[in-house]
């Protein structure tokens, strides 16, 4: 298969030898001649920091308030840093920072349960009983797999379906962690050093005998086990372990990202994207207001806040925008209609994803809801203005990451599948 990797693939000696055919090999040597002639000096692989609002934000009050308006609820509008665009008084130090992101108004989908809405927003394909379709971080990591010597794919307090490896396989699964206040767990011996020698040159000698007769990693003559432990050796002896321990930075930048577990795994995120790793997910949950809705999204608003804003802004400063992509959203929104019980029910038919950073446009709105909408229209997607499906943004952050959207794999069964079947949407892309 050809595979458009991006521009900081690697090609190591060992692989080469490895590949065994002079055509294999010369194949791979011209594939990776081809992506070199691309690449830009010490230009820094792509990233992508996923905050996952899980139970589905409601988007007018977060980013696409109607206030005054039959459906507009209590939220207020209140000006961003973007002129002429406002978003919910809920996000004001947000607001400050909208002119590093696009928010598209305009999203669009078919399922309105949260465990199926969440594996279409996750993965960009609805749930398929034959098959296990890979997250955004696994596709990254199965296009370039360089980076840290720890996990380069996290998910920092995750709740009902951290990100998977699906198809591309459990390799590129979500390495789990919780509140960053915390030590990450087992990954210190429990043991003296040299007893922690000896157990590993037993288990060296037990991996000998396993590995007769069963398929290895043919590239490091090694099975999967073998494999996984010394990966799990080295991070264990890694000095990148530190990125997950946000004690050390200054009092004032842990307080701009929020006193809480959310803003500490956003700090981390940070930290973990300047040491290497690829994908970082940080999930803010108790989104699903059917009951007080206005209470509810408030509250979860002053967590999302400081901790979205100073992640932008950190970001930026740092100059670590031009390489990664920041996505912020939930499964899908809320009603217009407010309920009996002063909440909002789940509404796939209309919400908001923000985007920042790579090529992704500064200070960009596309799309719009109807403020007046008619709920009884048979398709409500008419009440949307240049309405895009959930395909379409996962084409866009595959795109704006470098990555063939178009690229077709083949999955285990040998099943061709497209890597998104969407259409990137162009407006909010900067041109090269």
């Not at 790793?277 to 002053?302: I, P, Y």
């Not at 178009?406 to 990137?424: C, D, N, V, Y």
């Amino acid at each position: 298969m050809n595979r458009l990797c991006n521009t900081h693939a690697h090609l190591s000696r060992r692989t080469l030898l490895g590949a065994g055919g002079g055509s294999l090999m010369m194949s791979a040597l011209a594939r990776h001649l081809a992506l070199s002639a691309e690449a830009k000096p010490n230009e820094r692989p792509k990233n992508v920091i996923l905050l996952w609002l899980e139970g589905g934000p409601s988007q007018l009050e977060t980013f696409d308030p109607h206030a005054g308006t039959q459906y507009g609820g209590d939220a207020q509008a209140i000006d961003t840093t973007v002129k002429g665009l406002q978003i919910a008084d809920s996000l004001p130090k947000t607001a400050e920072m909208m002119h590093v992101a696009s928010l598209i108004r305009s999203v669009t989908g078919k399922e309105g349960d949260h465990e199926r809405a969440l594996y279409n927003m996750k993965n960009g394909y609805r749930p398929d009983p034959t098959l296990t379709h890979p997250s955004v971080g696994a596709i990254l990591l199965d296009v370039d797999n360089s980076g840290a010597d720890i996990p380069r794919h996290v998910s920092i307090l995750p709740q009902q379906s951290p990100a998977r490896g699906g198809y591309l396989g459990a390799k590129f699964d979500a390495f789990k962690i919780y509140d960053p206040a915390q030590p990450v767990p087992d990954i210190r011996a429990r043991v003296d050093p040299e007893r922690f020698d000896r157990r590993i040159k037993d288990l060296e000698f037990a991996e000998q005998q396993f590995a007769r007769g069963r398929l290895v990693n043919l590239e490091q003559n090694r099975t999967l086990h073998s494999t996984t432990t010394r990966a799990a050796l080295k991070m264990m002896s890694s000095d990148q372990l530190s990125a997950f321990d946000v004690s050390g930075e200054p009092q004032s930048d842990r307080d701009a990202f929020g006193n809480t577990a959310f803003g500490r795994g956003c700090l981390a995120a940070t930290r973990l994207i300047e040491v290497g790793v690829r994908c970082v997910e940080v999930t803010l949950g108790g989104w699903d207001s059917h009951a007080n809705n206005h209470g509810t999204q408030l509250a979860r608003c002053e967590t999302l806040d400081s901790a979205l804003a100073s992640l932008l802004k950190r970001l930026d400063e740092r100059e670590l925008l031009e390489s990664t992509l920041v996505v912020c959203g939930g499964e899908f929104g809320r009603t217009p209609r407010i309920n009996p019980a002063a909440g909002r029910d789940h509404w796939p038919h209309g919400f908001s994803t923000l985007l920042a950073g790579c090529s992704i446009r500064r200070g960009g709105v596309f799309g719009e809801t109807a403020a007046d909408p008619d709920l009884e229209l048979d398709d409500l997607t008419l009440n949307v203005s240049d309405a895009v499906g959930i395909a379409d943004i996962h084409a866009t952050i595959l795109k704006s990451l470098g990555i063939n959207f178009r690229e077709e794999l083949i999955t285990p069964i040998g099943r061709p599948l497209l890597r998104s079947e969407g259409q990137p949407i162009e407006s909010v892309i900067q041109s090269s």
